[in-house]
């Protein structure tokens, strides 16, 4: 299995619409995650941190569920700009980054 | 956010020869620089991790005498393909980070191909 799995997609909405994506982590010991997005032939970006508690920041909502082993990115109104793969990261130690394999969202007009 | 620059952003080279590559942490002190490699359509592949002043710890599978890095300095890695074979054509991505900065910031990366 895995260490991070992703749907891979792909997911393609029109703009306004609210599109959520979900992955699952087989490492209990991942201490940190994080949504990056990688545009075409560029590196990534991180997006956001998750925390358990949930956080916000602005049309993106993030949540981890560490009894599931569950990371979820919500993105709200979306927008043509949002376009991209979202990448689903465990952190573990030594600032270690497992990548998942992403999941490309496409917003059509 | 921290800058973190690679170059040549893109190469293309000759079956044989050897192809080295720049990562650099413009405005902070990398104490720990990540190799990454990415195939079309698959996630990015942690390659080796170095350290300043130490040797590199590669992952499973990679092999050490093929991808040299050396990490000289807080601002600087290298990766060196030698003997480089068309099967290692791939978009090759840095990243760095230290207790100061706690995320990885990556490289632009740098896409060889090898003819």
């Known amino acids: 299995r895995k260490e991070v799995e992703q749907d891979p997609g792909p997911f393609n909405v029109p703009e306004g619409a609210t599109v959520a994506f979900n992955c699952t982590y087989s490492?209990?010991?991942?201490?940190?995650f994080f949504w990056y997005r990688q545009d075409c032939r560029k590196e990534p970006k991180l997006l956001m941190s998750?925390?358990?508690s949930g956080n916000e920041d602005g049309r993106f909502t993030a949540q981890l569920n560490r009894a599931s082993q569950y990371i979820s990115l919500l993105i709200r109104d979306s927008k043509l700009s949002d376009s991209a793969t979202y990448l689903c990261?465990?952190?573990?130690?030594?600032?270690?980054?497992?990548f998942g394999k992403g999941t490309l969202l496409t917003v059509n007009p | 956010g921290a800058v973190v620059s690679q170059h040549p952003s893109r190469v293309i080279c000759k079956s044989g020869t050897s192809v080295k590559i720049e990562c650099r942490s413009l405005d902070f002190q990398a104490t720990t620089m990540f190799w990454y490699r990415q195939f079309p359509k698959q996630s990015l592949m942690l390659m080796a991790t170095?350290?300043?002043?130490?040797?590199?710890?590669?992952e499973q599978g990679v092999e050490k005498d093929k991808f040299l890095i050396n990490h000289a300095s807080l601002t600087l890695s290298t990766l060196t393909v030698t003997s480089a074979h068309p099967e290692d054509s791939s978009f090759y991505i840095c990243?760095?980070?230290?207790?100061?900065?706690?995320?990885?910031?990556f490289g632009p990366g740098t896409r060889l191909t090898v003819t």
């Open positions: 990261v465990g952190g573990g130690s030594n600032y270690k980054l497992t």
């Open positions: 170095s350290n300043e002043g130490s040797k590199a710890t590669y």
């Open positions: 490492n209990s010991a991942s201490q940190s």
């Open positions: 998750v925390y358990s």
């Open positions: 990243s760095a980070s230290s207790p100061a900065v706690y995320e990885q910031y």
